[in-house]
């Protein structure tokens, strides 16, 4: 008898199923404000599981796309950057005037650096009642460190030149080979777009070019340590920081002439 309920059961289960449905039919062709009641519970039911995957999807979806649209933002500054440089080297070749950064440096005090953004950004102790403006060049002992992205009346935020948002002119120093500098976010830098086929070796120095009002040119950035990857017919170069950014206590902020504290 066991064996042949075993057997049997599967059928069971079926017949069960058909007659539900069944009624279910019935009662929804007869009854159709129950069809309704009985489809709204489902809904009601389907979309605490339902809702939280969809949220899930878009958050993956445009988490994708901001990816994709930083990455094509940021080369196109890069290349608006290389041909900037490459038409002020041109008018200085040609002999026409192109305005130098003329001012002073201030110097500066550490006073915040988060360890989960150590090579994104620090706090110093000048702000724009000292003169310190936005975009202002950073630096210590001669070297670039960064630049002034955030500023209040006595405080300032620098960006670190290994931050992952970095990007400012420079040039190799010993062939004037124009190209970008640009952060990784781990502590490591590169300059990108020199031509591959330029004679750019390993130990060369790179300092940043003709930029504007508060980025001096001629500022050492690093060293030329290697080569990277090649693309688009640009080879990417390794460099070394000159400045000690693992012991950055005080630096220096360049000022433009006329930037003075505010009275």
């Known amino acids: 008898m066991r064996a042949l309920f075993r057997e049997s059961r599967p ?53 994708g796309n901001w990816v994709l649209e930083r990455a094509n933002l940021n080369e196109r500054v890069e290349r608006l950057e290389l041909k900037n440089l490459a038409l002020e080297e041109a008018l200085q070749r040609a002999g026409v005037n192109v305005p130098q950064a003329t001012g002073a440096y201030i110097s500066a005090v550490v006073t915040l650096r988060y360890p989960q953004d150590w090579w994104q950004e620090l706090r110093i102790d000048k702000g724009s009642q000292d003169g310190v403006r936005d975009g202002a060049a950073v630096s210590s ?35 004037r080979d124009l190209g970008v500098v640009a952060g990784d976010g781990k502590g490591h830098l590169r300059l990108l777009y020199v031509p591959d ?67």
């Open 11 to 63: 059928w069971l289960h079926s017949f069960i199923a058909v007659l539900a449905g069944a009624v279910l039919l019935v009662l929804s062709s007869r009854l159709p404000a129950a069809k309704l009641t009985a489809v709204e519970l489902i809904n009601v039911v389907l979309s605490y599981t339902e809702k939280p995957a969809l949220a899930l999807r878009n958050i993956i979806k445009l988490s």
């Open 141 to 175: 002992e001669g070297f670039l460190v960064g630049r002034v992205v955030r500023t209040s009346g006595h405080s300032s935020w620098v960006e670190l030149i290994t931050s992952s948002s970095f990007l400012i002119a420079a040039a190799v120093d010993q062939t």
């Open 197 to 263: 086929e330029r004679n750019v070796k390993r130990g060369m120095s790179v300092s940043t070019s003709l930029m504007n009002d508060i980025i001096p040119p001629g500022l050492s950035i690093g060293t030329i340590i290697g080569t990277g990857e090649e693309k688009e017919g640009y080879r990417e170069l390794r460099l070394a920081a000159g400045a000690h950014l693992t012991q950055l206590y005080s630096v220096e902020v360049f000022v433009p002439s006329g930037g003075g504290a505010q009275k």
